[in-house]
């Protein structure tokens, strides 16, 4: 079973940036869907970013479009959320997730992390 740390978050003021890391404990994680979900308290998880098996598919919300990129970084076996000009909206738990080859669903979660963006 693969596991997912995330690490990065943080607090920032409006305008700054993060890096949100998510680090996967097998090699095998190379071959999965990732993506990186957000919670807002009092509202429903939602999906902000993903990064399919090929570069070019990746998928942004358009909350985030033109602000965040997804990348990964296969020799660490981690996915990486760069995330430019926060906004006090982004303020959220993150989840890393990983979607395993022929999974209907993400079937793999991280913990979460805290980014909090305020003035």
């Known amino acids: 079973q693969v596991q997912l740390v995330e690490s990065g978050g943080g607090s920032v003021r409006p305008g700054e940036s993060l890096r949100l890391s998510c680090t996967a404990s097998?090699?095998?994680?190379?071959?999965?869907?990732v993506g990186w979900f957000r919670q807002s308290l009092g509202k429903e998880r939602i999906l902000v970013a993903s990064?399919?098996?090929?570069?070019?598919?990746?998928y942004y919300s358009d909350s985030v479009k033109g602000r965040f990129t997804i990348s990964r970084d296969k020799t660490r076996n981690t996915v990486y959320l760069q995330m430019n000009n926060l906004k006090p909206d982004d303020t959220a738990v993150y989840y890393c997730?990983?979607?395993?080859?022929?999974?209907?669903?993400?079937?793999?979660w991280g913990q979460g992390i805290q980014v909090t963006v305020s003035s």
């Open positions: 097998t090699r095998t994680f190379s071959s999965y869907v």
């Open positions: 997730a990983g979607k395993s080859p022929g999974a209907d669903d993400y079937n793999v």
């Open positions: 990064n399919g098996r090929s570069n070019y598919a990746n």
